[in-house]
């Protein structure tokens, strides 16, 4: 068995200027078989583009906004911005300011929320399933109040630092 191993060695069977050799293992595939199958459709569109028509596609045939996802995008996401006014006595509804909805390569459900008198919230909702993205980008329940009790939290700690006498 080593003479014919020695033979090959010789002959430059086992070239390592080649991509492959008889002593790798490895499995080559065609660039259709490497993509991953994809069959999700969401609906793509924006408020400030398409207008209601945007807000409510579950309730009309609404198939100009269905989109086949790309191979990379395995989500459908809505994207809500939103903003809400206090005043002394009292604070306004939120009052939606945009809302888009499309595949997604990435997608992370949840809320940011910027400001304190005037505060802005950019809401995400995700799902892996073909027309599912109609809600309305709402993060799950309590997260607005966590989020801001944190924001609280971390002012204060911030304000206490400031105000607080330098350490000699």
């Known amino acids: 068995m080593l003479p014919i191993f020695i033979t090959f060695l010789l002959f430059g069977v086992f070239d390592e200027a080649q991509s492959q050799s008889l002593t790798t293992h490895s499995l080559r595939k065609t660039p259709a078989a490497a993509a991953k199958m994809n069959d999700l459709w969401c609906y793509t569109c924006e408020t ?55 595949c997604a390569s990435n997608c992370e459900s949840g809320c940011i929320v910027i400001g304190e008198r005037t505060k802005l919230y950019a809401c995400t909702s995700c799902c892996e399933k073909s027309l599912c993205n109609t809600g309305l980008g709402s993060a799950p329940r309590g997260f607005h109040c966590a989020n801001q009790s944190l924001f609280m939290m971390f002012t204060l700690v911030l304000l206490a630092f400031l105000v607080s006498p330098p350490f000699s």
């Open 48 to 102: 400030m583009e398409d207008g209601e028509l945007c807000i409510n596609v579950s309730e009309k045939n609404h198939s100009l906004m269905i989109k086949r996802c790309k191979a990379d995008e395995f989500s459908c996401m809505v994207k809500r911005f939103s903003y809400t006014i206090t005043t002394e006595n009292s604070t306004t509804p939120q009052q939606m300011w945009s809302l888009q909805r499309n």
